[in-house]
C-alpha cells in the first residue's frame, strides 16, 4: 500500500471575486458552501470536497481544472442551461462538440465503459469545469 492511497483528492479553484463565485455555484449549479472560512468556500460534492479560494491569480481556463461525472448528461446540461450556464464549443484535432457535446472514445477499463461523453463551462472566475458521462 502505498503512503498516498487512502488520501481524498481536493480541488481547489480561485477566485478573485470570492462572492461573485459564491453567487455563481449557487444560481447556476444548485451547490452551497458546507463550511467556510476567511478566504475560501467549502463545497461537498459526491462525497468529495472543492474549495473556492481568494487568489489575485487566475487560470487561464484553458483545460479542465475539476470535472463532475452525472449519469446523464443531457438532462444535466439540460438544467444547467435553464439556470443560464453557458457551454463551450470545441472544435480541435480528436474532439469536436456537436451542440456542445463531446463524444470521447476508449475509457478507463476499471470504470467498464467504452467511452465517455464530456461537456465543458467556465464558471465565474473563468476556471474551466466539465461534466462527463460515462457510456457502457
Known sequence: MGILDSARVAVRLPAQDLERARRFYAEKLGLEPVDERPGGLLYRCGGADFALFRSAGASPGTFTQMALEVDDLRAAMDELKRRGVVFEEVDLPGLK?????????????????????????RDSEGNMLGLGQPVR
Open 97 to 121: 462538440t456537436v451542440d456542445g457535446i463531446a463524444e470521447i472514445q476508449g475509457n478507463y477499463p476499471s470504470k467498464g465503459a467504452t467511452g465517455e461523453l464530456g461537456c465543458w463551462f
